[in-house]
């Protein structure tokens, strides 16, 4: 979904914060920063790593797009896969991807951008292929509602071990986590149900573990503690600064999360995760990340940084745009 994120607003976040992302290099250069070259990829709204291609992303476009996933080359920013759904309507509005545990894709069309007009979105899955190559294949079609009404969202995750799917809204307010059935089915609604609440969210992954969830939005990320399908302790983790922030994802290993974002040849940033798959991300990974908590070096969070005042301009820039919008 296109945010209210103006160019000259992503500017002055970087001008005040002095960040640049840098890349991580990672042995035979799999799993590190990389700019995606296709030119059909310009609304990049999910991320997922493939399981069985080290060193491959899914990615989609946001909508207009079609039945499209494409399997993009970390070592190389270029797509060598192109999957074409069939056995699904028209696709709405995809904003997640996630791979699941019975070795399928999942694919979200949750998004709402009337926020909750909407009486039901989809979910389409379909194995992810042996053989990188462009092909038609045939997905699953799931009808998806909310118990306690329609709603948007862009955040949509496979659990690793149990094979459940989670959704996280987006509200201006805060949003609220989704559990779907234990499994889902074809051909009848699939009601997902509030489990707890999360902050503003584009995007969501579960560690390879399963133990801990991480939730993005536009300016900064938590990782939850997860277990037996509730949401546990959580912290900030250190983001890197992007036009327009939409996607995360784990390594397949672990080792470091993906940090995605929309646009012409977008970059996608590696951020080290201290301990593999746990403990507490490092911003060197990333380059010069930001969180919305910066610890100072005995543990306490310093308020008052560049980077708040960075984020301050932007909201301030943001309610600008949203007041002279209302006006018009």
């Known amino acids: 979904m296109r945010s209210l994120l103006t160019a000259s607003a992503a500017a002055t976040l970087l ?17 590190r920063t990389f700019t995606i070259e296709d030119s059909r990829i310009t609304e990049s709204s999910g991320l997922a790593a493939s399981r069985i291609h080290p060193g491959i992303y899914w990615t989609h476009n946001d909508s207009d797009d079609g039945p499209y996933v494409y399997a993009v080359d970390s070592r190389t920013g270029k797509t060598v896969a192109t999957i074409t759904m069939k056995g699904v309507g028209e696709p709405r509005d995809v904003e997640a991807i996630s791979v699941g545990p019975d070795g399928n894709l999942y694919v979200g069309d949750i998004g709402d951008n009337l926020d909750g007009s909407w009486d039901h979105v989809w979910i389409y899955r379909f194995p992810e ?13 799931f009808d998806v509602t909310y118990a306690d009404g329609a709603r948007n969202a862009e955040a949509m995750m496979v659990h690793p071990k149990t094979g459940r799917v989670y959704i996280a809204s987006k509200r201006e307010g805060g949003g609220a986590l989704y559990e779907g059935p234990e499994k889902l089915t074809a051909g009848g609604d699939n009601v997902f149900r509030r489990v707890g609440e999360v902050p503003w969210v584009t995007d969501g992954a579960f560690s390879p573990d399963g133990k801990e ?3 993005r939005s536009y300016f900064s990320a938590r990782r939850y503690a997860f277990e037996n399908g509730r949401l546990g302790a959580d912290h900030a983790v250190s983001v890197p600064l992007q ?13 470091a999360m993906m940090f995605g974002s929309e646009g012409e040849r977008s970059e996608v940033v590696r951020v080290e995760v201290e301990g593999g798959g ?51």
């Open 15 to 31: 001008f005040l914060t002095g960040a640049v992302p840098a890349v991580a290099d990672d042995g035979d250069g799999a799993d």
């Open 129 to 141: 292929p042996k053989r990188l190559a462009d092909a038609t294949v045939r997905a699953t079609q």
């Open 213 to 215: 969830l991480v939730l």
């Open 243 to 255: 036009g327009q922030s939409e996607s995360v994802t784990y390594t397949a290993d672990g080792s």
């Open 278 to 328: 746990g403990g507490k991300a490092s911003p060197n990974g990333g380059g010069g990340g930001t969180s919305s908590e910066d610890g100072g070096e005995d543990g306490v969070s310093k308020k008052g940084t560049a980077t708040g005042g960075a984020v301050a301009v932007v909201v301030i820039v943001l309610a600008l745009i949203a007041a002279k919008r209302r006006r018009g």
